[in-house]
């Protein structure tokens, strides 16, 4: 399985952190609107990814939830038309919530730079380093993204946004 060294920030300014991105020397991906389908799974994460645009994919990953740098083993699949597979995994596992964004793409080297706009939550600055030479370059990269885009450790984000939307729903309950 395949794997990536993750972390995600909240940022205030998208316009910030794009400036920051373009400085390092990143490459434009591409501005996605996305919607991520969660299902309750008894273990990792099971989502069907909708892209505008392009092929949708039903994604599978696994990682520890605490705030840094994470990895994450993960599957994608591709699907065409997820209206049926998506009907299937509700009837199956059931909904755990669906997570709404627009995501500017940026590469740099063998990394995913994400500024994500996520509808309920916010602005987020996430990036996905492949391991593909080892985790200690792995590692090394992102240490550099760190410095590159000037992080501040109390704006690391523990968990995947499906995790921080459930519990903005749970505090509105009370």
């Not at 490459?27 to 392009?54: C, H, I, M, N, W």
């Not at 998506?86 to 995501?103: M, S």
């Not at 080297?109 to 080892?134: C, Y």
Request: glycine share 8%; hydrophobic share 35%.
């Amino acid at each position: 399985m395949p794997s990536n060294l993750e972390l995600k920030i909240r940022t205030a300014s998208i316009r910030h952190a794009s400036s920051l991105v373009f400085k390092l020397g990143a490459r434009r991906g591409g501005v996605l609107a996305q919607t991520d389908t969660y299902y309750r799974s008894p273990s990792g994460r099971l989502k069907v990814r909708e892209t505008q645009g392009k092929r949708s994919e039903l994604i599978y990953y696994h990682r520890r939830n605490f705030k840094g740098n994470r990895y994450s083993d993960y599957r994608c699949i591709p699907i065409e038309g997820p209206g049926e597979m998506k009907r299937l995994l509700a009837d199956l596992l059931g909904v755990l919530c669906v997570v709404k964004k627009e995501r500017r793409l940026f590469l740099y080297k063998n990394s995913r730079i994400h500024l994500d706009t996520v509808q309920g939550l916010g602005n987020f600055l996430e990036f996905e380093v492949l391991v593909t030479n080892g985790k200690r370059q792995a590692r090394t990269l992102m240490k550099e993204l760190w410095k590159a885009l000037e992080i501040r450790k109390n704006a690391v984000v523990a968990g995947s946004y499906s995790d921080l939307l459930q519990r903005a729903g749970d505090r509105k309950k009370f």
